[in-house]
């Protein structure tokens, strides 16, 4: 089992930055992948980015690459979002997921435990 809470959401202008954190518990956390996902008003879940059980291997959707940056620290049992050059586009609720089966897959599908989500709204 793996719970996560995520945090550091807020209101930000178009160009600041945010950075979101989730941390976990349950023993599981050092051998799952772990997504960041977000859903905006009337659209659905979407991939964001994910990062490998060691940190050595990250992926991101094109609307957040070189704008975003996942990691992890496995020895505090939390994984990050780094979001640089934010756009108004990027509001949405954001969610971590874990999937100790490791399949890094894009699809949310693929992931076994999420987080509540944490506001981000990023104004014009």
């Known amino acids: 089992q793996v719970q996560l809470v995520e945090s550091g959401g807020g ?6 930055s ?32 994910k990062i490998s059980r060691s940190g050595g291997i990250t992926d991101y959707a094109d609307s957040v690459k070189g704008r975003f940056t ?5 020895a505090k049992n939390t994984v990050y979002l780094q979001m640089n050059s934010l756009k108004p586009e990027d509001t949405a609720v954001y969610y971590c997921a874990a999937d100790p089966k490791q399949r890094f897959l894009y ?15 990023v104004s014009s």
Do not use: H
């Not at 976990?24 to 050092?30: E, I, L």
């Not at 949310?108 to 981000?120: K, P």
């Open 11 to 16: 209101l930000v202008q178009a160009g600041g």
């Open 18 to 49: 945010l950075r979101l954190s989730c941390a976990a518990s349950g023993r599981t956390f050092g051998i799952s992948v772990m997504g960041w996902f977000r859903q905006a008003p009337g659209k659905e879940r979407e991939f964001v980015a």
């Open 107 to 121: 699809s949310d599908n693929g992931y076994d435990y999420w987080g509540q989500g944490t506001q981000v709204t």
């Open 70 to 74: 996942i990691s992890r620290d496995n």
